[in-house]
């Protein structure tokens, strides 16, 4: 048995009077992969931000290669040989490479000789891991999953022996995903020591050696990987046992509801991000989007929803034509029943600042069901919002607490109740899940097949591979702004992944 | 993932935090005091009794907060919008060309009771227009507000001492301003409520400007949180694009916040022109624009917090003067700078404390609680 590189006792941290990490105990073998898995909410964050010096724990200790160690800020914690690559990558856009990973670590006031040092530095790295990145690149013109490599080294130049990564994988194609887990392996092998934080249980069965599982702040099981399975990790993550795939019909496509024809977006930069796009949305499907993230989906779903002006093309609601490139405005289409549960819930769905109630309404404030003239029918719009808490099992279940303070899923639950209760022809959905824990999950992905079933038409985007496949009665792949596959649900996950990364295009043309 | 945040209970929010900060801002000024070789406490003790020790400092106290109610509300408005509004100085100053034309048209035919609601619509017309003009250029040109606002508050000036040397000064006049009006535009005083009290007053200024401020203190309250404008200009001030996701016209809320600022702004006008001097003079805003900004923000933009906050600067303009004129060490220049740490520890560095006092409260309660579970957990 190997020594243990960590091992935490006894952690307790609470805010307020939520209390984050209850008695924590765990312990990391060195040079093993270690995984942590838990809904949103139940601590893993916190119980690794006290790993890192972020926040100090109430009580309890931390050892570091069996010596007691005390760590107060990420400092110390890079002292002790702990590294952290976070979930939003840390690197200053326009900076090269090599800038990024000296910032901090620069050796005197002229960079001129901790660049030469780290350049050497680098390349041993990137040689003895397999990490290559041009060094002199700028960060902002790098693809995600080599920003991500870029955070990795940066930890390793530190001197990291134990590397935290947090939610590595949300971000990447499963191509990168696979490249990345190729490079932990590699980092074990040289016996460092990874922590991996994820909720995807997939991730956790193929590369870890130990997983622990948390729930509400405890820790509730500690497995050996192979001897466990993805139903009993996720039973223990929620406490009872989940549906992983949602049972479903068939699908019974009626009219056209929704015809999208040969539309063009442009991003503020004057790139095009959606380009010459059509397809149909028939009442009764659900039709998913796959594609990695960044391929203009998103343009795509705010120039539908007439938040982000399209350069050309014409779309059809019901039969009539929306002025996409002109006057539409997302009030009027809202009013012609098309509801839009968009991709960024924190900045553009909620408004976080708000008591749940002033969510409930947002965009439906011009309805005359919660207005006395110029005034807002408080009383409405509050018994309004604690009928939805309790249809969506919203928690905490207080329609005057603020936004901000409810997690991931109870967030997407007040806006999907929200768009969902008005009743729409058309329903798109943007993310549906993106932040929102296995049970939050289940329950979403059942009320959107059940709007299907009501003769609905909903569009789902989304860069969960899982999610579209388990959901869509049909999946379109977008890259690079253009569709380039429709498939059946049926459609294996190397299959959709080929498309989603632009490869099939090339085979064709060769 | 979720980022734990810890809460402070309101009464601390509200409360102790506006407390502590304002007595750090009276100990750094204490110090100041102790430099120019005076005692501070007894500095102080001038202060209060200054501003409320008599009747007639209450009525001056109170005279000085209508003024800083109007502006500190002017700012709100637009804060509540996403807007910084630094305009108000200008909009309350060009609000006095419509007052000084108002009042001088009707001081001699109508009673004050008729002039005063013409003036108010006056002076909030005319605040309204000097804020639609930099609200126009935000929304259709994207002009920054602050920018143009402070350029306007230049432009107002210029104006008005154009319009005060030319056409509102009666012709034989040496001086800027305008001739004194008549009963008709005088507006009645509110000393006799404090004497009310058993308080004497030889001469005071308050006047019922003050009772204005507070009716439109609750009608702010009332149009942000109740109605329909008020939430999309909510909606928009926390984030842009959840307001056009909700199908809220970014150019309308914000030439209508704006205008609705200004017309605050310009009310703040009727205050010392009509209630007070009798006259519109040259630079009779002297700086209460910019000190409603201090006040709204250490009012935490709430309509209760600002009247609260401009009672304070109403404190201290008229205990500052009672302090300069009891302390020849003290001069006027010496009361700014109190007023400015003032608005410096209470507007500025309103956060400064607020982790400090977020560990206290993290490390008192919530631990206990903490301690006690986990205990019984292991027995």
């Not at chain 1, 105990?25 to 909410?41: D, F, K, M, Q, Y």
């Not at chain 1, 999907?416 to 049970?439: C, F, H, K, N, S």
């Not at chain 1, 379109?476 to 253009?482: H, K, S």
Request: hydrophobic share 50%.
């Amino acid at each position: 048995m190997a020594q243990a590189a960590i091992e935490l006792i006894g952690i307790n941290k609470s805010f307020g009077a939520v209390r984050a990490n209850r008695d924590i105990n765990l312990e990391i073998a060195r040079g093993t992969i270690h995984g942590i898995v838990g809904e949103n909410g139940a601590g893993k964050s916190t119980l690794m931000s006290i790993l890192y010096g972020f926040y100090q724990a109430d009580s309890g200790e931390i050892r570091v290669g069996g010596k007691p160690a005390s760590i107060k800020t990420p400092n110390d914690a890079i002292g002790l040989g702990i590294g952290m690559v976070h979930q939003h990558f840390m690197l200053v856009d326009n900076f090269s490479v090599l800038e990024n990973v000296i910032l901090g670590a620069e050796s005197d006031a002229l960079l001129k000789k901790s660049i030469a040092k780290a350049r050497s530095e680098l390349e041993r790295l990137e040689r003895e891991y397999g990490l290559e990145v041009d060094p002199d690149a700028i960060i902002e013109e790098l693809p995600v999953g080599l920003q991500q490599r870029v955070e990795i080294l940066k930890a390793l130049y530190r001197g990291a022996e134990i590397l935290i990564l947090d939610e590595p994988t949300g971000v990447l194609t499963p191509a990168e995903a696979d490249h990345l887990f190729r490079i932990l392996k590699q980092l074990k092998e040289q016996g460092k020591t990874v922590v991996l934080i994820t909720h995807k249980l997939r991730e956790i069965m193929a590369i870890t050696d130990k997983v622990s599982v948390m729930r509400q702040g405890t820790m509730v099981a500690t497995r050996v990987t192979k001897e466990t399975t993805v139903g009993e990790l996720a039973e223990l993550m929620v406490g009872r046992r989940v549906l992983l795939r949602v049972e479903k019909g068939e699908a019974e496509a009626g009219a056209v509801k929704l015809a999208v024809k040969n539309l063009t977006v442009k991003d503020q930069r004057g790139v095009t991000m959606v380009d010459d796009i059509s397809f149909d949305l028939r009442a009764g499907e659900i039709v998913g989007i796959a594609g990695v993230a960044g391929n203009g989906q998103s343009e795509l779903l705010e120039a539908i929803s007439g938040i982000r002006r399209a350069v050309s093309g014409s779309v059809m609601l019901d039969g009539k034509p929306i002025d996409l490139t002109g006057a539409a405005d997302p009030g009027e289409l809202r009013d012609r029943g098309l509801a839009h549960v968009p991709e960024d819930r924190h900045h553009v769905g909620l408004v976080l600042a708000f008591e749940e109630n002033e969510n409930s309404i947002l965009g439906y404030h011009d309805d005359e069901r919660y207005l006395r003239g110029p005034f807002l029918d408080i009383d409405a719009i509050r018994n309004d919002a604690k009928d939805k808490i309790t249809k969506y099992d919203i928690r905490p279940a207080d329609c005057r607490l603020k936004t901000a303070n409810f997690s991931g899923g109870n967030q997407q639950k007040i806006v999907l109740a929200r768009e969902m209760e008005q009743d729409p022809g058309v329903l798109i959905v943007g993310q549906p899940t993106r932040g929102v824990d296995v049970g939050a999950i289940e329950f979403i992905h059942k009320r959107l097949i059940a709007m299907r079933d009501q003769g609905k038409a909903v569009l789902v985007v989304s860069v969960e591979l899982d999610e579209i496949r388990s959901l869509s009665d049909r999946i379109l792949v977008m890259f690079a702004g253009r569709i380039v596959g429709e498939r059946g649900p049926e459609a294996t996950e190397g299959e959709l992944g080929l498309l989603m990364a632009g490869v099939e295009q090339r085979e064709a043309a060769e | 993932m979720s980022t734990p945040y810890a809460k402070l209970p309101a009464w601390a929010d509200y409360g102790l935090i506006p407390v502590i900060n304002l007595a750090v801002a009276f100990i750094v000024a204490g110090f100041v005091v102790m430099l120019v070789g005076e005692n501070p406490f007894r500095a102080a003790v001038i202060l209060v009794e200054g501003a409320f020790g008599r009747g007639s400092g209450i009525a001056f106290t109170l005279f000085y907060a209508t003024t800083f109610i109007f502006s500190g509300l002017s700012v709100a408005v637009a804060a509540h919008c996403g807007l910084f509004n630094i305009g108000g100085e200008g909009q309350g100053y060009i609000a006095g060309l419509g007052i000084g034309i108002v009042c001088l048209a009707f001081d001699s035919v109508l009673p004050w009771w008729l002039t005063f609601p013409i003036a108010i619509v006056a002076s909030a017309a005319m605040g309204a227009l000097w804020a639609l003009i930099p609200a126009y250029l935000q929304a259709k040109r994207g002009s920054h507000i602050v920018i143009t606002t402070i350029m306007f508050n230049f432009i107002a000036a210029s104006v008005m001492v154009y319009a005060l040397v030319g056409f509102l000064k009666p012709p034989s006049s040496m001086a800027p301003q305008t001739r004194t009006f008549l009963d008709g535009a005088q507006l009645p005083k509110l000393n006799w409520v404090i004497e009310l009290f058993g308080a004497k007053i030889r001469s005071a200024p308050l006047n019922i400007c003050f009772l204005l401020a507070l009716v439109m203190a609750f009608l702010v309250w009332l149009l942000i949180w109740r109605t329909r404008l008020g939430y999309e200009m909510r909606t928009y001030g926390h984030s842009p694009k959840a307001a056009r996701y909700a199908g809220i016209s970014e150019t309308r809320i914000i030439i209508i916040a704006m205008m609705i600022s200004g017309a605050l702004a310009g009310m703040m006008a009727l205050n010392p022109t009509m209630g007070d001097q009798h006259n519109v003079a040259l630079d009779f805003v002297s700086g209460a624009g910019f000190v409603g900004i201090a006040v709204a923000l250490m009012g935490r933009l709430h309509p209760v917090g600002i009247v609260l906050a401009a009672i304070l600067f109403g404190m201290l303009y008229q205990g500052g003067a009672e302090l300069a004129f009891e302390m020849p060490a003290i001069s006027r220049d010496m009361i700014v700078i109190i007023q400015g740490l003032v608005i410096l520890f209470a507007g500025a560095l309103e956060h400064m404390f607020r982790p400090y006092v977020q560990a206290l409260f993290a490390s008192f309660s919530p631990r206990s609680v903490g301690i006690e579970a986990a205990k019984g957990k292991g027995a």
